[in-house]
């Protein structure tokens, strides 16, 4: 079946550092969602993403779209204390049944 | 509502009773989700519905487990027999259509001692 994989699992930066994380589907993907969940909380829908190589911006955070359609990254500049949270993509995959299968997360952690 | 709302937000139960967990999405979307997340851990899929019907119920752990979902509106999880290994947070989430972005609810979370 499907599977949805994040890198890294861990990330402790710097504030004001960047930072980045990475998703890759085992196949080809019709779209492409990023989550972020703060600690406690529940997840909160960001951003979707759905032609091939498509980059997306929401001020500080960078989405991009692979051009296979199999991989998507998530790129924070000068991260910030409130960037700290959970950030989960979720594929939804091209044939067949339209599932969407959420990614393993990467946990941020932002030191002051 | 203005959001997808759950109840109840806490359950705390002994083992081998029975739970009910209901989920209200945001009104007019067709697709609901329901995810359990153990503390630290990913969301794990249970079951997803399209309108009344469940196309996909593989995440489903057990036969102790089962959904419906009424009015193409309310859904409600039951969890028969609860074991402590079923101790977690239930999520719902919903969408306007198949694929689109979900809008999770708060939670429940569940304690079975």
């Known amino acids: 079946g499907q599977q949805v994989m994040q890198i890294p699992q861990y990330q402790h930066v710097q504030e004001g550092e960047d930072f980045t994380t990475y998703c890759n589907s085992s196949?080809?993907?019709?779209?492409i969602q990023w989550y972020k969940q703060r600690p406690g909380g529940h997840p909160v829908f960001l951003i979707q993403?759905?032609?091939?190589?498509e980059v997306k911006k929401q001020k500080r955070l960078t989405f991009q779209f692979g051009e296979a359609k199999k991989n998507s990254s998530l790129h924070i500049t000068a991260t910030q204390t409130t960037d700290v949270g959970t950030y989960f993509c979720?594929?939804?995959?091209?044939?067949?049944?339209?599932?969407?299968?959420f990614g393993t997360g990467t946990k941020l952690q932002v030191i002051p | 509502g203005a959001g997808v709302s759950q109840s109840p937000s806490n359950k705390v139960t002994e083992k081998g009773k029975d739970v009910e967990l209901r989920c209200d999405p945001i009104?007019?979307?067709?697709?609901l989700y329901w995810y359990r997340q153990s503390l630290g851990q990913g969301l794990e899929f249970l079951i997803y519905?399209?309108?009344?019907?469940?196309?996909?119920k593989s995440g489903l752990p057990s036969d102790r487990f089962s959904a419906e979902r009424t009015g193409g509106s309310v859904s409600t999880l039951t969890i028969q027999r609860t074991q402590q290994e079923d101790s977690a947070v239930y999520l719902c989430?919903?969408?306007?259509?198949?694929?689109?972005?979900?809008?999770f609810g708060p939670g429940t979370r569940l304690t079975v001692l």
């Open positions: 989430a919903s969408s306007a259509r198949t694929g689109g972005g979900q809008f």
């Open positions: 196949t080809t993907l019709s779209n």
């Open positions: 993403l759905v032609k091939s190589g």
């Open positions: 979720a594929g939804m995959n091209s044939g067949g049944y339209q599932k969407v299968t």
């Open positions: 009104s007019g979307h067709t697709a």
């Open positions: 519905f399209q309108g009344n019907s469940a196309p996909d």
